[in-house]
C-alpha cells in the first residue's frame, strides 16, 4: 500500500510536475523515476512546508497505475488530471475530489462544447483575412 506523508503545519509552496516523459520515463527505461527523486520531495516537504502534485492528461485510473508502475513510495498531495480536474489523497487510497472546482470545470467545458457545436471551429483557428500582412522585425543591427 502506498503511504500519504504528514502535512507540514503550514504550505508555504507548491510543486507540480508534468508526469509522462517528464516525472515518468518510458518503459524502455531501467529506472521509470530517478530515485533520488522521491528522496528531494520528502526533504522539500519537510524543509519548505512545500506541497507536491502530479499534473497531467490522464484519468485519474490512468495516474493510478502509473503510481504503481513508477513503485511511488507515497502519494502527492495533489493530482490534477484530464488537465483540470483537482483530487487529494484520502484514507485507504481514495482519491477525493476538489468537487467545487470539479463541477465549476465540468460546466464550463460543457459549456464551451456547446458553444462550438454552433461555431465552425475552423474560422475561430485562424485570423481573419485582415490581419494577414506581412510583418517585419527589427533589430539594433536593422531588419531581420
Known amino acids: ?3 500519504i506523508l504528514a502535512e507540514p503545519p503550514t504550505w ?10 517528464t516525472l515518468m520515463l518510458g ?15 520528502r ?3 519537510a524543509n519548505y512546508g512545500a506541497a ?4 497531467t492528461g490522464r484519468s485519474l485510473p490512468q495516474l493510478v497505475e502509473g503510481f504503481n508502475d ?3 513510495p507515497f502519494l502527492p498531495d495533489f493530482v490534477v488530471v484530464r488537465e483540470r480536474e483537482i483530487y487529494f489523497p484520502g484514507q485507504f487510497g481514495r482519491w477525493l475530489p476538489h468537487e467545487k472546482w470539479n463541477k465549476s470545470c465540468d460546466k464550463e467545458h460543457k459549456k464551451l462544447f456547446k458553444k462550438c457545436k454552433r461555431t465552425p ?3 475561430c483557428l485562424r485570423p481573419p483575412p485582415w490581419r494577414w500582412r506581412r510583418v517585419s522585425f527589427l533589430s539594433r543591427a536593422g531588419t531581420c
Not at 508555504?12 to 516523459?21: E, I, L, N, Q, R
Not at 518503459?27 to 530515485?35: F, Y
Not at 507536491?52 to 499534473?55: E, K, L, R, S
Request: some cysteine; overall charge negative.
Open 1 to 3: 500500500m502506498v503511504n
Open 12 to 21: 508555504k509552496a507548491v510543486m507540480g510536475f508534468d508526469f509522462d516523459d
Open 27 to 41: 518503459t524502455d527505461q531501467k529506472d521509470r523515476i530517478d530515485p533520488q527523486f522521491f528522496e528531494c520531495v
Open 43 to 45: 526533504w522539500t516537504r
Open 52 to 55: 507536491w502534485g502530479i499534473c
Open 70 to 72: 513508477g513503485k511511488f
Open 121 to 123: 471551429l475552423v474560422p
